[in-house]
């Protein structure tokens, strides 16, 4: 089993639509969730974190972290069609390791 | 503000050729540097990360190296490269805390091994 799970995708929705990226993960021992927004050809750039459980909301962007379910998701409201991306989920802070655990990425299409 | 920097952006290079990618940060000290690769429509594999200078640690038995010659600087080398190391680089850095906290990442480094 992979540490971390993520839906490829391809996930297309039309312009204005709530749309709900998911990841599962399999070490409780995890503190630190992260989501990233990566633009083809470019580095991944840090959109959300969140330490433990519990919601956090940046505008349009609303993260949120069940640890009973080891469960993560990004919901992203009113989406654009600048908001087409790979998006990646990452989780860290097992103490002792350095280590950062990735999803594979969904890749977002939002259509105008 | 803390800004990362990798070059080149693109490069081209022949199998068996060697190989040096450069990795700065800037606006921060004793951060934990990490080098990825990811391939074609896969997720980021770690390659080497470092928790300060001269300490690199080896995910991926490769023929690849890393280096930390200074606090800010990491180097990714090859002394022949092969076809399978062909990618996107990634580098990126975190506050030095036991893996705690953000990562966050360069611009990366498009590697097309002909």
Redesign the interface.
């Known amino acids: 089993q992979k540490e971390v799970e993520q839906d490829?995708g391809p996930l297309s929705v039309p312009e204005g639509a709530i749309v709900s990226l998911n990841c599962t993960y399999s070490n409780s021992a995890f503190?630190?969730f992260?989501w990233?927004r990566q633009y083809s050809?470019?580095?991944?750039?840090?959109l959300m974190?969140t330490y433990s459980s519990g919601n956090k909301e940046d505008g349009r962007f609303t993260a949120q972290v069940d640890k009973s379910s080891k469960y993560i998701s990004l919901f992203i409201r009113d989406s654009q069609p600048s908001d087409s991306a790979t998006y990646?989920c990452?989780m860290?802070?097992?103490?002792?390791?350095?280590?950062?655990i990735?999803?594979?990425?969904t890749r977002l299409k939002v259509l105008a | 503000s803390q800004t990362i920097h990798?070059w080149p952006a693109t490069l081209v290079q022949p199998v068996g050729s060697p190989l040096s990618l450069e990795c700065t940060v800037e606006g921060t000290s004793n951060p934990?540097l990490?080098w990825y690769r990811q391939a074609a429509?896969?997720?980021?594999q770690?390659l080497f990360?470092s928790?300060g200078i001269g300490q690199i640690?080896s995910?991926v038995p490769q023929n690849l190296s890393a280096s930390r010659p200074q606090d800010r600087q990491f180097i990714l080398s090859s002394k022949k490269l092969l076809l399978s190391d062909s990618g996107?680089y990634?580098c990126a850095w975190?506050v030095q805390t036991?893996?705690?906290?953000?990562?966050?990442?360069?611009?990366?480094t498009?590697l097309l091994v002909l």
Not at chain 1, 41 to 46: A, D, T, V
Not at chain 1, 102 to 105: A, D, I, L, V, W
Not at chain 2, 41 to 44: F, T, V
Request: avoid cysteine; proline fraction near 6%; hydrophobic fraction near 25%.
């Open positions: 490829p503190q630190y992260m990233y050809r470019k580095g991944p750039e840090l974190y990646l990452a860290s802070g097992v103490w002792g390791t350095y280590k950062y990735f999803g594979t990425g | 990798q934990n990490y429509g896969r997720g980021l770690l990360y928790v640690s995910e996107f990634l975190s036991s893996g705690l906290g953000t990562q966050y990442f360069g611009p990366g498009r």
